[in-house]
C-alpha cells in the first residue's frame, strides 16, 4: 500500500488511536457491502451497528457524553481511512459526525436532550433556511423542507436552517434549529449517479414546535460566537465555524483518492496495456508517468487539507478565533482537494483502462462517489479560489458569507 503524506502535528491521543484503528478493522466488512449499500441507497444496517459499536460516531461529540471530543484533523483522518472501503460510508461517518459537533454548539440544555438521553445518538443537517417559523411563546413553531440530510436513514436528530421572525412575522436573524426526527418526516429524494449510500433525502416538518435554547443563531457562529457554556474548556468546540463545516467535507476524498492509486497499482504488474507489447501496465513509461502524476496530486491535496486543519486545531487550541484570510484560504484549500482528488482518479482510470468501469470494478464507484461528493456546494473549488482571491486583493464585497 501506498503511504500518503500526512501532516501529524498534534500529540497522540489512545482513545482516538484506537477509534481510528477500529475503523481500519472494519474496512473489510465496509468494502463487502458498499454494493448492496449503493443499491438500496442507504448504508447497511450491519455496518452501522458495527460503526456505532466501535465508536466511529463519537468522535465530535463531548468526552462528557462519552465522546471522544476530538480535533478536526482526527475527523479528516477517520473521514479517510472509512473513505478507503467505501465513499458513500464515509460520507454518512463525516456528516454525522460534523453535525454532532454542531449540536456541541447549542447550549447544554439542548445536548442534554440529544446525547444525554441516547451518547450514540446520530445527527443529520442542513444549513439552508428552507423553511417557515412562526413566533409563539417559547420558541417558534416551523414548517419546511430540507433536501439532502446525509444519513437521514440512521438519524435521531437534525440541525436544519431556519429564518428566525418577531412577532411580526419579520425576518430579524438567520437560525439553525434541533429537531426530533421523531417529529419529522422523511421524503425518498436521492437517485443519484454517485454517493448513492448516502440516504441524502428530505426531512420535512409540520408544525413543530421547537423551543428557543434549540435555536442557534448561524450569523453569529460564522464569528465564533456560539451558545454552548462548555466553550472555555472544551477546545473542540472553539473552532472556526465554515471552516471546519467545509473542510470536513473531503476527509472522503482523500481515502477514495489513496483507495484508487492503490487498487490500480495493485493491477499493474499482471495488467497489459491493451493493444500494445506489454504485458505489464508496470514496464510501461506511459502508465508510469500517470500514476506518478496521480501520486504527486493525492499528495498535494493531503498536504493543503491538513494544512487547513491545522490552521483550524491551533486556533481552536490557543482560544484565538482565525481572521478572515486565514478562514477564506480554509475555502480555498477545501476546493482544491476536491479539484485534486478528482483529477487523480480521472487519470487512474485512464491509466488502468476501461476494465475500471465494469459493474464490479470498485474504481467505477469510486470515480462516481467522488465526482459527486466534489460537487458539494461549500466544496465547489471556484468559490473557495474567488473568496480567497477577493480576500488576498483586499476586495471588501465577498460573493458568500460562508468564510
Known amino acids: 500500500m501506498v503511504n500518503i503524506v500526512n501532516q501529524n502535528t498534534f500529540r497522540a491521543d489512545p482513545l482516538i488511536d484506537d477509534v481510528l484503528e477500529q475503523a481500519r478493522k472494519l474496512q473489510p466488512l465496509i468494502r463487502e457491502h458498499a454494493a448492496k449499500g449503493e443499491d438500496e441507497r442507504r448504508v447497511v444496517q450491519p455496518v452501522i451497528d458495527a460503526m456505532t459499536r466501535a465508536g466511529l460516531f463519537k468522535i465530535a461529540t463531548p468526552r462528557r457524553y462519552g ?33 454532532a459537533w454542531l449540536t456541541s454548539l447549542f447550549p447544554v440544555s439542548a445536548q442534554d436532550e440529544v446525547f444525554g438521553k441516547n451518547p450514540d445518538a446520530k445527527v443529520s443537517g442542513v444549513l439552508t433556511p428552507s423553511a417557515t417559523s412562526r413566533r409563539v411563546d417559547g420558541g417558534f413553531i416551523v414548517n419546511g423542507k430540507w433536501f439532502y440530510n446525509s444519513g ?15 412577532e411580526a412575522g419579520e425576518a430579524v436573524d438567520q437560525g439553525l434549529a434541533l429537531f426530533s426526527c421523531k417529529e419529522l418526516k422523511l421524503e425518498e429524494t436521492w437517485f443519484v449517479a454517485g454517493m448513492s449510500s448516502s440516504g441524502s433525502n428530505c426531512l420535512i416538518a409540520e408544525n413543530v414546535f421547537v423551543p428557543d435554547h434549540r435555536i442557534m443563531s448561524v450569523p453569529a457562529a460564522i464569528q465564533g460566537d456560539y451558545p454552548t457554556e462548555r466553550k472555555e474548556e472544551e477546545a473542540l468546540y472553539r473552532s472556526a465555524f465554515v471552516p471546519l463545516l467545509a473542510l470536513v467535507l473531503v476527509g472522503p476524498q482523500l481515502g477514495m483518492g489513496r483507495a484508487a492509486l492503490n487498487f490500480v ?11 500494445t507489447f506489454f504485458n505489464s501496465q508496470a514496464q510501461s513509461t506511459a502508465f508510469q508517468l500517470q500514476v506518478a502524476e496521480a501520486a504527486l496530486l493525492i499528495d498535494t491535496a493531503h498536504l493543503h487539507a491538513y494544512r487547513a486543519a491545522a490552521d483550524i486545531d491551533n ?4 482560544g484565538r478565533y482565525p481572521d478572515a484570510m486565514i478562514r477564506a484560504r480554509v475555502r480555498a484549500d477545501t476546493g482544491l482537494v476536491a479539484e485534486k482528488i478528482t483529477r487523480a482518479i480521472d487519470i487512474l482510470l485512464f491509466a488502468h483502462g476501461s476494465g475500471g468501469f465494469a459493474n464490479t470494478s470498485p474504481l467505477q464507484r469510486i470515480w462516481r462517489d467522488s465526482a459527486v461528493a466534489a460537487r458539494h456546494a461549500v466544496a465547489l473549488p471556484q468559490v473557495g479560489y474567488e473568496v480567497y482571491g477577493k480576500a488576498l486583493l483586499g476586495v471588501k464585497e465577498q460573493i458568500t458569507p460562508l468564510i
Open 67 to 99: 465522546g471522544l471530543e476530538s480535533s478536526m484533523k482526527s475527523m479528516l483522518d477517520l473521514s479517510a481511512i472509512v473513505g478507503e472501503a467505501d465513499g458513500g460510508t464515509s460520507w454518512i461517518v463525516t456528516l454525522s459526525n460534523v453535525c
Open 315 to 318: 486556533a481552536a487550541i490557543a
Open 265 to 275: 497499482l495493485s493491477k499493474a504488474p499482471n495488467k497489459p496495456v491493451s493493444y
Open 152 to 166: 437521514s436513514w440512521h438519524a435521531d436528530w437534525a440541525v436544519l436552517g431556519l429564518p428566525v421572525v418577531n
